[in-house]
């Protein structure tokens, strides 16, 4: 909370009847395949619905979000789960930044929970966790500054990111742990953008954890919004 200041009013959860979308790919204005390892950076305008599907089964798409008109206004985990109230991101999930503006609502969702606690993964964790022959293995980190640097994201700018169709469980004890088995093939998960917005995504390259199943897949990208 800002000191000494007037706390923000945050706007309501919307409410959702149904966790599934009737959005008809044929009319999608955006329809890319991210391949495994690679990434992705695109603007997504106010009111416009952005979906990725997990192509094969259990991808984590680790993915940044920003306030295009201000790319210091970024996706803030710390904000939105307070704000929510849990710790796992699904339909009604208002994506909240550091300023405690509304940047996105999850408004569908058929893989059921997303990750925003277990970060991006980099060259230099990998080494701490998986040992020193993984140093050159391609991580998330450098796809977000890959594809950043075209409007100016740099280090400065990244922040904890969502891991989409990841499952990190946490524990009885508070603990962390890096699991598989939640999403499937053709599951996907879709915000609507409420205000203009940069994504951000690498879709993740990671081999020594079950995160991508052992196995980085391709994603799709579709997008639906007035041209
Ligand atoms: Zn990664």
Not at 187 to 211: H, M
């Amino acid at each position: 909370m800002t000191p000494g200041g007037a706390r923000r009013t945050i706007p309501t959860r919307p409410s959702l009847s149904t966790q599934a979308s009737d959005l008809d790919p044929v009319h999608a204005v955006l329809d890319t395949v991210v391949q495994a390892g690679d990434g992705y950076l695109g603007t997504i305008p106010a009111g416009g619905q952005f979906r990725i599907v997990d192509l094969h089964g259990n991808q984590a798409v680790d993915t940044l979000f920003y306030d295009a008109a201000d790319l210091t206004n970024r996706y803030s985990a710390m904000d939105t789960i307070r704000e929510q109230g849990a710790v796992y991101l699904a339909a009604g999930s208002r994506l909240l930044s550091i300023n405690l503006d509304l940047l996105a609502t999850i408004t569908a969702d058929t893989c059921g929970r997303h990750d925003t606690l277990g970060g991006a993964c980099a060259q230099e964790s990998n080494v701490v966790r998986y040992g020193v022959h993984t140093r050159h293995q391609h991580a998330c980190r450098e796809t977000f500054l890959r594809y950043g640097a075209k409007v100016g994201i740099g280090p400065r700018q990244l922040g904890h990111n969502i891991n989409f169709f990841m499952n990190v469980p946490l524990t009885a004890t508070g603990g962390l742990t890096f699991a598989d088995g939640l999403s499937g093939p053709g599951k996907y998960v879709q915000v609507r953008a409420e205000r203009d917005i940069i994504v951000l995504i690498s879709n993740c390259p990671q081999l020594n954890n079950p995160c991508n199943g052992w196995d980085p897949t391709p994603v799709r990208l579709l997008g639906w919004w007035a041209r």
